[in-house]
């Protein structure tokens, strides 16, 4: 069977090393879906694949073992799951239309754990919804705190939950139990002065245990989101590196249109010449230079006064 690899590729399925098989990759933004959702993968995997799923490392599906002949079929019958889990399409009924930007995925957030600032899925969601289909390759992670179980510092963009905790006296008995716990579990941002608690603002890390920890309810988290947003890390052959903070304290419509201008400045420095023309980010960062890059990415936005932006960034990583 004659086979265009490169629209199989972009049409969301994997050209595998068995002669003749594919498997088809499924999103799952934030990594949430419903149960339901995992009875249509059964279908498809036992009626055109051979059985199997994998559960990717960015909360996707791979439908394994699906032959070239049947994959229009598979994309058919992937149609109820892409409306279910409300992904954007170019033309319905034909799978995913684009394989570029990779499946955001997310950590559980605040719907579950106790340590998470926000509803993570949400965020992740919104984030699909604003950049896929799209043909370049980019990778976005989000977390709810500073835990950070989602190794966020591995991507093009990791999003990481914080709360400016807010303090209320009155409430507060002296116990010193929110200090203890900040110099234990985070950075020792809390002090006892004259029986009360002060906060340094430069210490702190939006973590939420002062919160978490306080037995009288004196502290509470912000009605305010905000988030840090660390950059250009990458996994890969060439220079591995972790991403570096480069706004702290900002908000999540600031974040979503830097990603999204990212995708211009990306457009108009990718090198196309690059193995399978696909240039990484952070690549396009080095060779262009950071200032560069603000250009094109802080294009209508706007800080509020509290956010950290970085003038510069400096990345380490191993050299080959």
């Known amino acids: 069977m004659d086979l265009n690899t490169k629209k ?3 049409n969301a399925f994997r050209v595998t090393k068995e002669r003749g098989m594919a498997a088809s990759r ?14 249509h993968l059964h279908k498809i995997a036992s009626e055109y694949g051979n059985g199997e799923l994998h559960l990717t490392t960015r909360q996707g599906f791979e439908i394994q073992g699906i032959k070239f002949e049947d994959m229009p079929k598979v994309n058919e019958l992937l149609q109820p799951l892409i409306e279910g889990l409300d992904i954007n399409q170019d033309d319905p ?8 930007t990779r499946n955001i995925c997310a950590c559980i957030g605040n719907k579950v754990c106790p340590f998470a600032n926000f509803e993570t899925t949400g965020l992740a969601k919104r984030i699909e919804k604003s950049v896929f289909p799209h043909d370049l390759h ?3 992670a989000i977390t709810g705190c500073p835990n950070d179980c989602i190794k966020l510092r591995m991507h093009d963009f990791g999003i990481m939950g914080m709360t400016l905790p807010e303090y209320t006296p009155d409430r507060c008995i002296s116990c010193k139990v929110c200090v203890k716990m900040c110099s234990r579990k985070a950075t020792g941002a809390l002090s ?9 603002h430069d210490k702190c890390i939006g ?12 502290w509470k988290r912000s009605s305010t989101k905000y988030y840090r947003l660390a950059i250009m890390g990458r996994t890969g052959k060439k220079n591995p590196r972790l991403a ?4 702290i ?3 999540e419509d600031n974040i979503v249109k830097i990603i999204n201008n990212t995708y211009d400045y990306v457009t108009e420095h990718i090198d196309l010449t690059a193995p399978g023309g696909k240039e990484h980010i952070g690549y396009i960062v080095d060779r262009t230079g950071f200032e560069e890059f603000k250009k094109w990415v802080l294009k209508d936005v706007a800080f509020k006064d509290e956010t950290i932006v970085k003038d510069n960034v400096y990345w380490n990583g191993i050299h080959y």
Do not use: Q
């Not at 973590?207 to 004196?218: D, Q, R, Y």
């Not at 570096?244 to 706004?247: P, R």
């Open 26 to 39: 499924v999103r799952v933004p934030g990594g949430a879906l419903k149960a339901d959702h995992l009875l």
């Open 8 to 10: 199989v590729k972009k």
């Open 138 to 140: 980019f990778k976005i």
């Open 249 to 251: 304290w900002a908000d």
């Open 207 to 218: 973590c939420g245990e002062c919160v978490l920890n306080c037995p009288t309810s004196a």
């Open 192 to 200: 006892m002065e004259n029986g009360r608690v002060v906060r340094y």
């Open 244 to 247: 570096e903070d480069w706004l």
């Open 93 to 100: 009924g034909k799978g995913y239309t684009s394989a570029g």
